[in-house]
Nanobody, 125 residues
Framework: QVQLVESGGGLVQAGESLRLSCAAS????????MGWYRQAPGKQRELVAT???????NYADSVKGRFTISRDNAKNTVYLQMNSLKSEDTAVYYC???????????????????WGKGTLVTVSS
């Protein structure tokens, strides 16, 4: 009923920019929080940035000042603008959506902790 699809990953050089997008599909009423996480080789998945419906944002220290998360509620889409990319930003980036209120038929349901398939970002020196 609810699906997240990321896009925008690719290969860039250090210092360049990328913009990731994640669209949630379904008959969605609201999404409590959306975010981006990443997993680099040999490391555990880590939080990159989150955004609530206020909107209130939160960033990992490693990306503060470089990345900007935003959302378009009309499109049920979250974005991650990544500037001044560094080699250490190389990872698979995953979109997350939590507390999704959606409609199934005439019923409203809560969806918790949905994940996209991921999009690969590779930053070369």
């Amino acid at each position: 009923q609810v699906q997240l699809v990321e896009s925008g990953g690719g290969l860039v050089q250090a210092g360049e920019s990328l913009r990731l997008s994640c669209a949630a599909s379904g008959t969605i009423v609201s999404i409590g929080a959306m975010g981006w996480y990443r997993q680099a080789p040999g490391k555990q998945r880590e939080l990159v940035a989150t955004i609530t419906s206020i909107p209130s944002t939160n960033y990992a220290d490693s990306v503060k000042g470089r990345f900007t998360i935003s959302r378009d509620n009309a499109k049920n889409t979250v974005y991650l603008q990544m500037n001044s990319l560094k080699s250490e930003d190389t990872a698979v980036y995953y979109c997350n959506a939590d507390r999704i209120l959606y409609e199934s038929g005439n019923l409203r349901k809560w969806g918790m902790d949905y994940w996209g398939k991921g999009t690969l970002v590779t930053v070369s020196s």
